[in-house]
């Protein structure tokens, strides 16, 4: 029902009239007006046939390419290929440390790259000398007390004057043992902190890994970079300390000064922790490949020269071999070998 021509037709009657509409009536116009144009599908009404959304069909990771080689390609590229066989995942807590010089007397503290050295040095020759200076009085107080010592025997002195020196020889070697105490706190000389038999690694570990952390088992660390084996690092006792804006608790673990890691140098940490080992599958890690958004990947031998990329997730890397969380089967092969070249071949790389 459209009311629009209705409207302008009562205020024509009104007009000829000369009365005007009533004030109800005239106060409902502009919602007939609205009930009028809703009813007669105005602007606000959709189009008809139109969707609001539309959804297209996209690649899956499962729709991958499939390479297929000549004998000659696969003997140019190298391919080699290794089957997965079951392994697992050490349960261990990765972190850095800091290798560090140990202290030289129960109770003191490691040397670290945050220590001042030349003011280091400076409290080492003061200590040095006090132990000098104190070194002498001790040796001039017992000779004075053994002068006096002798002269009461002689009956040529008084017992309180031996008595005296007696004391002074007692204060003079306590003064003695102090200062050799206070040295020994300052560790070795800082000229030879890089030949000390013995390094520790100074390992920051948040507090919340802490109960987790197996503290009797050894370490093993390694240079970062991962070159050469791992050191094994055997856990020590030592002044406790903390960072508590970091919110960790240092841990530290003694190696052998080999000459391989100096002092200051930062190290890879693997600590081991409770509970069980995860269980996988193990395949060189010369087989992961990462593509530009950190997906790991696998060329799996399907048939003989053909090769399909599996997506994998790793659990870790333990040296050579790297435990898989999921991705592949018992027996798959996976290319150790030409990898890299398989992959720059199915995206086209020149």
């Known amino acids: 029902m459209n009311l629009e021509p209705a409207l302008p037709a009562m205020g024509c009657a009104s007009r000829r009239s000369g009365r005007p509409l009533p004030i ?54 190298g391919i080699a290929v290794s089957a997965a066989t079951p392994g697992q995942e050490r349960n261990a807590i990765m972190t850095h440390g800091e290798v560090v010089v140990p202290p030289a ?17 400076g409290n080492q020759a003061r200590a040095d000398g006090d132990i000098a200076r104190a070194a002498a009085q001790a040796r001039v107080a017992g000779i004075n007390a053994q002068r006096a010592e002798a002269l009461v025997r002689e009956e040529a002195g008084s017992i309180k004057a031996r008595d005296d020196a007696l004391a002074a020889a007692a204060v003079a070697q306590a003064d003695l043992a102090t200062a050799r105490a206070q040295r020994s706190l300052l560790g070795a000389p800082v000229a ?13 570990v948040l507090a919340a890994d802490v109960v987790r952390v197996t503290r009797a088992a050894d370490a093993a660390i390694r240079p970062l970079g991962g070159e050469g084996g791992a050191i094994s690092g055997r856990p020590v006792a030592a002044p406790p300390s903390a960072n508590a804006t970091a919110g960790s608790v240092d841990l530290y673990y003694s190696i052998p000064n080999t000459g391989r890691l100096a002092v200051g140098q930062r190290v890879a940490v693997e600590l081991p922790a409770t509970g069980g080992a995860a269980q996988g599958l193990a395949v060189p890690a010369s087989a992961i490949l990462h593509d530009a958004y950190g997906g790991e990947w696998v060329y799996v031998r399907t048939a003989p020269r053909s090769f399909e990329r599996r997506r994998v997730q790793v659990a870790g890397i333990h040296g050579p071999a790297a435990i898989l969380a999921m991705g592949l089967k018992p027996g798959d092969e996976a290319v150790t070998a030409g990898a890299a070249e398989l992959f720059g071949t199915e995206f086209g790389a020149k």
């Not at 009536?25 to 007939?32: E, G, I, K, V």
């Not at 297209?56 to 004998?71: F, G, K, N, W």
């Open 105 to 121: 007397a129960p109770g003191s503290v490691p040397i670290t790259t945050t220590t001042d050295l030349m003011t280091l040095a």
């Open 24 to 77: 109800a009536l005239r106060a409902a116009a502009p919602c007939l007006a609205l009930v009028a144009l809703s009813a007669c599908g105005g602007p606000s009404a959709p189009h008809a046939g139109v969707k609001p959304a539309k959804v297209d069909p996209v690649a899956h990771e499962s729709e991958l390419m499939r390479i297929t080689l000549t004998p000659e390609a696969e003997r140019r590229l």
């Open 192 to 204: 030879s902190l890089g030949r000390q038999r013995i390094l520790w690694v100074r390992v920051p």
